[in-house]
């Protein structure tokens, strides 16, 4: 208590609150929850399922499946991400095809021109 003036007192106190809830109570904040679950899911769910195809384009291109097709929307999060692994992809294929090409020119020279092997 503490008095703020000759006629005023200042009283702080807690007060006890009825700590039981209401079946309509519980039912309202569980439809609110649910509610926001839901719109996280709506929203996150087109990022989880672009996530997944290029995971899984990615994972068959490990597969020494040279072609990466990934298809992801424009608008995607994602499709910066697409668009640099398809990049890498054709990179890739262009030095593999690079590398097969140099080896069968080098392959055809040496069978025109067989080296001797002294034993």
């Known amino acids: 208590m503490k008095q703020l003036d000759a006629g005023h ?11 039981r809830r ?14 926001i679950a839901f719109v996280i899911m709506i929203w996150l769910w087109p990022l989880t399922r672009d996530l997944r ?8 291109f ?5 072609h990466f097709d990934v298809t992801v929307d424009p608008r995607s999060p994602v499709y910066s991400l697409a668009a640099t692994f398809r990049r890498m992809a054709l ?6 095809a690079s590398h097969r090409d140099m080896s ?16």
């Open 91 to 96: 990179r890739i294929d262009g030095l593999i």
């Open 22 to 35: 209401g079946l309509f109570d519980w039912l309202l904040t569980v439809g609110f929850y649910t509610a």
């Open 9 to 19: 007192v200042l009283v702080l106190k807690s007060v006890e609150s009825d700590a």
């Open 62 to 66: 490990g597969d020494r499946n040279w």
């Open 104 to 119: 069968k020119r080098r392959f055809a020279r040496n069978q025109d021109s067989p080296v001797p092997h002294a034993i």
């Open 53 to 60: 195809s290029l995971e899984a384009s990615a994972r068959r």
